[in-house]
């Protein structure tokens, strides 16, 4: 695939070039090589695309919720129609395997089109008064101006749960997507331009991270942040948002426990494992993390899990369909991972599965099954984001629930267990926002998303996720 400079700044309905010319290259991490570039754009770039929003909030604020649906759901159709398109893009920019790219795109059209159909709901609400000459009713408006900042490794769809509700509420957007994985953003922002969007309803920056939302963040338009990523950086973000009280919704790490009891149907559940660890070639922030195995049924188990993985066929997705893995998105991520294996195997963790052949060129590394991981090694603390699997061993319900949650994670987990009382038992007990019980893909554009604990706050989805960027008004009148 070969692209030339990509104008990837959308302001005030035009594509641009960043001020400052300055342009930045887009490796494919499968082959380690620059494929593209984008124009790169700086504070300036960035601060003009919000005072494009703020001068279209007052128009698009008071546009019909029919004249909204409308532009969302064209944009659904869009993404539909050239999700091959978009996805062969994605793949190359993200190393994630195509039919799990395409999928993507798919997904992305899921929240336009749920959206389009929610904001066309009325939720407002009258009260009952004590006294006969007065009335109370309570009704919705939108925020302002809502930064949409994602991540690299859901680039289109991540983006699309914010973009979506931001929009059908009746905000204007300035998103930021990763320099990492920036062009299926560009393409999802042009099926919003063909769909129809007024000129700076939905703008797109590109730009170092840190320094372009921090001078966004003093805009006085600005009244919602809305971010995916790291907890480090949520933090940060809720000390920038203090000083204009800027509401916030943000999912941040996670740790996930994925919890298999010995009722459980251990075929069904090996075939979850492999989707919620090996999706996205392991990146993805409800990824399960920590596998707990109940003794009586660990070693069955782990042998079919083991063979799958035996049987994984990893490559370049740009070149191969019939991929199950693919390579982590860059370099840095690739060492890390490989020296919290090498720290976990000199404490005495032992892996299951020989290394399997990757490509010689590119950022991959091999699926990893670890057993007789110590509690003190990195890897049985922290969000891996990567194909490597530690096993647990356990023996009792209350134990397992207790090591599940000694994580200050907690944004997903996983149970699987034919037990009825036992599944309500645990999902009440564990602390987690999202929990897939006997179910590896829990998220549909219909439910919320988020974490509890350091893992973020706010929803996204479901109408909860419409209203995070909606102001309440409550007005009392006496007549």
């Known amino acids: 695939m070969k692209k030339e400079i990509r104008e990837s700044l959308f302001i005030d309905g035009e594509w641009q070039e960043a001020i400052n010319k300055e342009v930045k290259g887009v490796i494919n991490p499968a082959t380690g090589k620059v494929f593209c570039e984008i124009g790169y754009g700086e504070v300036d770039d960035a601060l003009s695309a919000v005072d494009a929003a703020d001068r279209a909030f007052g128009a698009w604020s008071k546009t019909s919720v029919r004249e909204r649906a409308d532009i969302l759901n064209r944009t659904a159709d869009l993404l539909r129609q050239r999700a091959d398109h978009i996805g062969l893009i994605l793949a190359a920019e993200s190393g994630?395997?195509?039919?799990?790219?395409?999928?993507e795109v798919k997904f992305s059209a899921e929240y336009f089109q749920?959206?389009?159909?929610?904001?066309?709901?009325?939720?407002?609400?009258?009260?009952?008064?004590?006294?006969?000459?007065?009335?109370?009713?309570?009704?919705?408006?939108?925020?302002?101006?809502?930064?949409?900042?994602?991540?690299?490794?859901?680039?289109?769809?991540?983006?699309?749960?914010?973009?979506?509700?931001?929009?059908?509420?009746?905000?204007?957007?300035?998103?930021?997507?990763?320099?990492?994985a920036p062009l299926s953003l560009i393409e999802l922002f042009q099926c919003l331009q063909d769909a129809?969007?007024?000129?700076?309803?939905?703008?797109?920056?590109?730009?170092?991270?840190?320094?372009?939302?921090?001078?966004?963040?003093?805009?006085?338009?600005?009244?919602?942040?809305?971010?995916?990523?790291?907890?480090?950086?949520?933090?940060?973000?809720?000390?920038?948002?203090?000083?204009?009280?800027?509401?916030?919704?943000?999912?941040?790490?996670?740790?996930?426990?994925?919890?298999?009891?010995?009722?459980?149907?251990?075929?069904?559940?090996?075939?979850?494992?492999?989707?919620?660890?090996?999706?996205?070639n392991g990146q993805s922030c409800i990824g399960a993390n920590r596998f707990y195995v109940h003794e009586r049924i660990y070693d069955k188990f782990t042998a079919l899990f083991a063979e799958k993985i035996l049987r994984m066929k990893i490559g370049n997705p740009t070149e191969e369909v019939d991929l199950d893995l693919g390579p982590m998105v860059n370099l840095k991520d690739k060492a890390r991972i490989e020296s919290l294996i090498y720290e976990a195997e000199a404490l005495g963790a032992?892996?299951?599965?020989?290394?399997?052949?990757?490509?010689?060129?590119?950022?991959?590394?091999?699926?990893?099954?670890?057993?007789?991981?110590?509690?003190?090694?990195?890897?049985?603390?922290?969000?891996?984001?990567?194909?490597?699997?530690?096993?647990f061993k356990f023996a009792d319900e209350n134990e397992v629930i207790e090591k599940a949650n000694s994580s200050d994670m907690g944004l997903a987990a996983y149970v699987y267990t034919n037990d009825l009382s036992r599944s309500i038992r645990v999902?009440?007990?564990?602390?987690?926002?999202?929990?897939g019980l006997n179910n590896a893909?829990?998220?549909?554009?219909?439910?919320?998303?988020?974490?509890?604990?350091?893992s973020g706050i706010g929803r996204?989805?479901?109408?909860i996720g419409l209203e995070e960027f909606m102001d309440v008004k409550y007005v009392a009148t006496e007549i």
């Open 350 to 391: 032992k892996p299951l599965v020989p290394k399997a052949e990757v490509p010689a060129e590119g950022y991959y590394v091999p699926p990893v099954i670890l057993e007789n991981v110590p509690e003190s090694a990195a890897l049985a603390r922290e969000e891996l984001f990567a194909p490597v699997a530690p096993l």
């Open 114 to 180: 749920w959206f389009a159909e929610e904001i066309r709901r009325p939720y407002g609400q009258s009260i009952p008064s004590d006294a006969a000459n007065k009335r109370h009713h309570v009704y919705t408006q939108p925020a302002g101006v809502a930064l949409c900042l994602s991540p690299w490794n859901f680039p289109v769809s991540i983006q699309a749960r914010k973009l979506a509700p931001a929009l059908a509420a009746g905000c204007t957007v300035v998103a930021r997507g990763s320099e990492v």
């Open 96 to 103: 994630k395997p195509l039919p799990q790219a395409v999928g």
């Open 441 to 454: 893909l829990p998220s549909v554009a219909y439910a919320p998303m988020g974490g509890v604990k350091q």
């Open 196 to 280: 129809g969007i007024p000129k700076g309803v939905a703008n797109l920056i590109q730009g170092p991270a840190a320094v372009t939302t921090a001078a966004m963040m003093k805009h006085p338009a600005v009244r919602v942040v809305s971010f995916t990523g790291s907890t480090p950086v949520g933090r940060s973000l809720m000390r920038q948002a203090a000083d204009g009280v800027i509401r916030l919704a943000l999912e941040l790490g996670g740790n996930a426990p994925f919890i298999v009891f010995a009722d459980a149907d251990i075929e069904k559940a090996v075939e979850g494992a492999m989707i919620a660890k090996f999706r996205n």
């Open 427 to 435: 999902t009440e007990s564990l602390k987690f926002g999202i929990i």
């Open 460 to 463: 996204e989805g479901a109408r």
